[in-house]
Every structure is written in structure tokens, then in C-alpha cells.
């Protein structure tokens, strides 16, 4: 089972701002769309942000409007998620995904049933 790597993550301050990086192994089948999910503690899993390859396309919860910003360097084949304005509630565990062959729905799920390659997770914890 191939895993993405993630880095990034820990303990932050609100208002803060803090930057993951999400790498896809060399033998990754270039995927459709990557996107990132977050657990807080206690709750299900959410969708945060999704980005397309090849097209200018990006999606974001409400959660993340205005605060998160993703983007992609598909030649390195690596996803980055930038967070803004931190607050306590962001604070969750954050994964990454990649749909790999998989076909990318028009409405991201929370399930992500659409991603067929997660990563590890990392804890961000917000304090006020």
C-alpha cells in the first residue's frame, strides 16, 4: 500500500499560521485530484481543501474559506496546504489523500471514499 508522506504540524498559537507539505512516492499514479482532511478530537473526519491537477481548480469547506490556502507542484508531485489565522478549533489531526486512478467526484466527501492514498497524519494543536 502506497502512503504519502506528510510534514508539518505541532503546536501552535491562534492566530498563527502554520504551512504542511504532502509528497506522493516516485511510483504514485498521478492523480486526478489530492486533498486534505482533518479529525478533530472526538469527531469524524471532515474535508478541508482539494486541488485539481493540470487545471486551476481548487475547493475548500467553509471552515476553510479565507484562512487555507492549497496548492500543488506537480512535477515533484507534492501537495502543500498553508493555514492562516489559526484558531483553537483547527486544532485535529490533518491527513492527506491522493485519488490516484480513482475519479474525483464534482462534491468532495468527508468520507474520501474519492482517494485511494492517504498519509501518515499530523496533530496540530491550536491553544488560546
Known amino acids: 500500500q502506497v502512503q504519502l508522506v506528510e510534514s508539518g504540524g505541532a503546536s501552535f498559537q491562534d492566530g498563527g499560521s502554520l504551512a504542511f507539505s504532502c509528497a506522493a512516492p516516485?511510483?504514485?499514479?498521478?492523480?486526478?485530484?489530492m486533498g486534505w482532511f482533518r479529525q478533530p478530537p472526538g469527531k469524524d473526519r471532515e474535508w478541508a481543501a482539494r486541488?485539481?491537477?493540470?487545471?486551476?481548480?481548487?475547493n475548500y469547506a467553509d471552515s476553510a474559506k479565507g484562512r487555507f490556502i492549497i496548492s500543488r507542484d506537480s512535477d515533484k508531485n507534492i501537495m502543500y496546504l498553508r493555514m492562516n489565522s489559526l484558531k483553537p478549533e483547527d486544532t485535529a489531526m490533518y491527513y492527506c489523500a491522493a485519488a490516484g486512478w480513482r475519479v474525483c467526484p464534482a462534491v468532495p466527501s468527508n468520507s474520501g471514499y474519492e482517494y485511494n492514498y492517504w498519509g501518515q497524519g499530523t496533530q496540530v494543536t491550536v491553544s488560546s
Open positions: 516516485g511510483n504514485t499514479v498521478v492523480s486526478a485530484c
Open positions: 486541488i485539481f491537477t493540470g487545471r486551476p481548480w481548487t
